[in-house]
């Protein structure tokens, strides 16, 4: 089992700038989740998908931030316009099904200069 | 929504003694309390959870205590190792049958002094 996988592992780029991080859950999850981990606020809940179904953005900062799952591999988050409040870490997650344990990828670490 | 507070944010102990690091929630309704751990620069990794309807769960050196009454859970970590060394999340949780939304704690860095 590959676990869950995220890319790219690191981002760096210029505020302004379209950002689109990337994730597969592990095959056979129907949970995903989208969280982002800074010091300040720790590790916090963006959005998660069920079925391919987005269930709950409420943690979705603002309008410059989207997350999309087109299928039951393949999950986007993208931030446009960027900027530099944004630099964090961004885990994803997926699980079995509602109720089973999340399992973490090993994230992206995004920089916005 | 669901408030998770965990303490201490730091914690330092001896190699082969005991570590305990204590969370509290809000909501009653919450009955899934997973712990993560955290190595510098890596992902977290669910290491132990229980569920509303135990009190207690073990797994070799790690163990969790729930007490529903008071809304506060508790990992306790016996005979410390250096590897042990991380930053330790709590979470709750509440079951609602679309998915679980987890609510974390604030961490607790956990270092083993050889």
């Known amino acids: 089992d590959a676990g869950v996988i995220q890319s790219p592992r690191h981002e760096v780029t210029e505020m302004g700038q379209e950002v689109t991080l990337r994730c597969k859950p592990i095959s056979g999850h129907n949970s995903l989740f989208w969280y982002r981990q800074t010091m300040m606020r720790g590790l916090e809940l963006l959005i998660y998908f069920n079925n391919n179904v987005p269930i709950d953005d409420s943690g979705m900062p603002e309008d410059r931030f989207s997350a999309k799952m087109p299928n039951a591999s393949f999950s986007t988050l993208k931030i446009q316009p960027s900027e530099p409040r944004d630099s964090a870490v961004y885990f994803c997650?997926?699980?079995?099904?509602?109720?089973?344990?999340?399992?973490f990828g090993d994230g992206t670490r995004l920089s916005i200069l | 929504g669901e408030n998770v507070e965990q303490h201490p944010s730091t914690l330092s102990v001896q190699e082969g003694d005991s570590a305990v690091i204590k969370c509290t929630y809000s909501?009653?309704?919450?009955?899934?309390f997973p712990w993560y751990k955290q190595e510098l620069g890596k992902r977290p990794q669910l290491i132990i959870d229980i569920r509303s309807n135990v009190g207690e769960k073990k797994d070799q050196r790690i163990a969790v205590t729930l007490n529903k009454t008071a809304k506060h859970f508790s990992l306790h970590i016996t005979e410390t190792q250096p590897e042990d060394s991380a930053v330790y999340f709590c979470?709750?949780?509440?079951?609602?049958?679309?998915?679980?939304?987890?609510?974390f704690g604030s961490g607790t860095q956990l270092t083993v002094l050889p």
């Open positions: 909501d009653s309704a919450s009955n899934y």
């Open positions: 997650a997926s699980s079995f099904d509602p109720r089973q344990p999340q399992h």
């Open positions: 979470a709750a949780s509440i079951n609602s049958g679309s998915a679980r939304q987890l609510t």
